[in-house]
């Protein structure tokens, strides 16, 4: 098992991340810019709360992951569409800062939460979140070029359906229509967490009739 730190721990598919997390054995270290969203989560056994922002210097991320002395980073943050330049300041340069961070800090194991279609430029105009895809798709890019062990999960379209730990990779996306529960993100993350076998890979997900167990 695996000490996790979640960044983005307060985000929708975070808060659902986080007890998954724990209840799969791993200990978790639930990261948030505002200490008052700890109460989310600090009634949980196995995790531990503390404040961290995406938009933080590298140096001081570099301070937090050791202090945190967490084994394996999850990046789940995002600006949630905020603004433009919220999205390039947490979705890209803070997703490339944690990166480098962990690296200096010793940490190899790195999953990125992105989204379905960041390798596609054909979907994002019509996406009605350009800036978004294009720095989902860069920060993706780089990642690919780290030596971390990452894992890059791209779920389509996030919905608050029941969560089935049923997937499908096997999907195309310009057909349109597809989603995928939350909570069914927070199952892929943790399946993958502790498998050296998606070192270096990228699935993309959606709702499907595979169990989770199966894709991996």
């Known amino acids: 098992m695996s000490k996790v730190m979640v960044i983005g721990a307060h985000g929708h598919v975070g808060r659902i991340l986080v007890p998954k997390l724990a209840d799969a054995g791993h200990d978790v270290v639930a990261s948030f810019r505002d200490v008052e969203q700890f109460s989310t989560v600090e009634h949980l056994d196995h995790v531990e709360c503390r404040k961290f922002n995406a938009l ?20 789940t943050a995002g ?26 800090a010793g940490i190899k194991r790195y999953v990125m939460v992105s989204a ?8 994002w105009e019509n996406s009605g979140l350009y ?14 070029g780290t030596d971390l062990d990452y894992t890059i999960v791209r779920p389509t379209m996030l919905s608050n359906d029941a969560e089935t ?11 349109g229509g597809y989603s995928i529960p ?3 993100v927070a199952n892929f993350v943790t399946a993958v967490i502790d498998q050296p076998k998606t070192f ?17």
């Open 56 to 75: 933080d210097d590298e140096e001081t991320m570099v301070s937090s992951f050791k202090n945190s002395e967490a084994d394996a980073i999850v990046f």
């Open 165 to 175: 730990s049923h997937v499908s990779t096997d999907f195309n996306l310009g057909e």
């Open 116 to 123: 379905a279609g960041a390798d596609d430029p054909t979907t």
């Open 79 to 104: 600006a949630g569409g905020a603004s433009d330049k919220l999205t390039v300041g947490i979705d890209l340069d803070g997703a490339v800062k944690t990166m480098d961070a962990a690296k200096k």
């Open 200 to 216: 270096g890979k990228i699935y993309p997900i959606t709702s499907g009739g595979e169990a989770i167990k199966d894709v991996l």
């Open 182 to 184: 939350r909570a069914d």
């Open 131 to 144: 800036v978004y895809y294009v720095m989902k798709h860069y920060a993706d890019r780089i990642l690919q």
